[in-house]
Antibody, heavy 121, light 106 residues
């Protein structure tokens, strides 16, 4: 059974750094893209970026390039989403997603339960 | 960036009736469109990919159609459990989501 288990909710202050994680299991981790989708309160879905653990090829959505860092470690079958300096506008639910097709990201067949990040002074 | 416009924003449908949701792309995305369902306080779930192929375990009352710039998600014989927000997503050029359509049950 494919599972994406995300780390717990976070409350941070503006300017602080943060890593959230996604532990994958139930499939061959290095052969599928894994990425992140943002959902701000009451808003729609935004694709942030995705990484292919097999070779670390990483792609970012235009709004997120340079704003976050996505990484993965195949030895522990996990991915991370990192901020170096949070802003209040980063307050959102963040979903870990698996790309359904091995060769390129395309669509997402499995989703984590989400990690709520709240940034407030 | 390819923009996806979903309409209507909200759709109110009686149980047993059909719901028709639209997704329009700012340029052709061939048939590279997926649809997702998101219920309150839940993660989204993949319904359709390739514009018309149902994902594993999705009931046959969910159907997708379209190509190029116009796509439709049809929910036949609407059930109370279908109350949710539905998003389209294109994966022809990078990845973008539409703004969503909320389906309410009358």
């Amino acid at each position: 059974e494919v599972q994406l288990v995300q780390s717990g909710a976070e409350v941070k202050k503006p300017g602080e750094s943060l890593n959230i994680s996604c532990k994958a299991s139930g499939y061959n981790f290095i052969h599928y893209w894994i990425g992140w989708v943002r959902q701000r309160p009451g808003r729609g879905l935004e694709w942030m970026g995705i990484i292919y653990p097999g070779d670390s090829d990483t792609r970012y959505g235009p709004s997120f390039q340079g704003q976050v860092t996505i990484s993965a470690d195949k030895s522990v079958t996990a991915a991370w989403l990192q901020w170096s300096s949070l802003r209040a506008s980063d307050t959102a639910m963040y979903y870990c997603v698996r790309g359904a097709v091995a060769v390129d990201p395309r669509y997402f067949d499995f989703w984590g339960h989400g990690t709520l990040v709240t940034v407030s002074s | 960036e390819i923009l996806l416009t979903q309409s209507p924003a909200t759709l109110s449908v009686s149980p047993g009736e059909r719901a028709t949701l639209s997704c329009r792309a700012s340029q052709s995305v061939n048939n590279n469109v997926a649809w997702y369902q998101q219920k309150p306080d839940q993660a989204p779930r993949l319904l359709i990919h390739g514009a018309s192929t149902r994902a594993t375990g999705i009931p046959a009352r969910f159907g997708g159609s379209g190509s190029g710039t116009e796509f439709t998600l049809t929910i036949n014989s609407l059930q109370s459990e279908d109350s949710a927000v539905y998003y389209c997503q294109q994966y022809n050029t990078r990845l973008t989501f539409g703004g969503g359509t909320k389906v309410e049950i009358k």
